[in-house]
């Protein structure tokens, strides 16, 4: 695994790295304005520079679990003000076909593809589950929706994603921000799953309704940013 994506460190580490800085610093947390202890809240590892792979001892600090949320706030803001506005890959590589076949691109083609390359992945995954939908003519009954019913691999994959979307999240907001193969790759690797449900996964959210968009990083890459209508209105 390339060192650039975060690994989880194991609980007894993560305690050790806590009780470190609490030494240092004081058990308290580091934010002036509030300096709450363990007895008033929950305090965490903060990592100053925003990179979660970054233990060097001068980028730790403490902070209770209201401040490392008005960080994360923060961080998205300085994203949003930061990061160029780019026309998506998608439309890019779309527009040059068109070009070379004398035609012009419609506004929302790329995303007509991009949501039609979705459905095709989505409509594979599902394929097995709705044919037992259908057993017999009749739909599935909605108490099967239910979380205490739900099969195992229905659970798995429900924590899976809510553990992938937060990595990809956290990953967009570091330095070096995130690319799209590291998506789909590295972060199937951290989060122990194939890399094409990775892939399904990341189709979720960078669909219209998604958190992230595809842009087009440094040497030509394609990158994660965050999609300005969703986060401007919950920042």
């Known amino acids: 695994m390339r060192g650039s994506l975060r690994v989880p460190m194991p609980a007894s580490v993560r305690y050790w790295i806590y009780q470190y800085v609490a030494a240092r610093d004081g058990e308290r947390c580091s934010n002036p304005s509030c300096g709450k202890g363990p007895e008033e809240a929950f305090l ?17 600090n403490l902070l209770c679990r209201s401040c490392n949320r008005k960080k994360f706030w923060e961080r998205i803001k300085e994203k949003l003000a930061t990061q160029q506005p780019t026309q998506s890959v998608v439309s890019e590589a779309l527009s040059a076909v068109k070009e070379s076949e004398g035609e012009k691109t419609s506004p929302n083609e790329a995303t007509t593809i991009t949501e039609a390359i979705q459905k095709i992945e989505q409509g594979q995954s599902r394929a097995s589950v709705s044919e037992s939908e259908n057993v017999g003519g009749g739909l599935r009954d909605d108490r099967m929706l239910a979380v205490g019913s739900e099969s195992p691999e229905l659970r798995i994959n429900r924590e899976k994603e809510h553990l992938y979307r937060a990595t990809a999240i956290e990953l967009v907001l570091r330095p070096e921000g995130l690319t799209v193969y590291q998506a789909i790759n590295e972060i199937a690797e951290i989060v122990a799953i194939s890399p094409t449900t990775a892939r399904r996964y990341l189709g979720k959210m960078v669909s219209r309704a998604g958190p992230l968009k595809i842009g087009e990083g440094k040497r030509g890459h394609q990158v994660l940013l965050l999609r300005e209508e969703v986060w401007q209105g919950i920042a």
Do not use: F, M, T
């Open 44 to 60: 965490e590892v903060h990592h100053i520079n925003g990179d979660p792979n970054d233990y060097k001892p001068q980028n730790l």
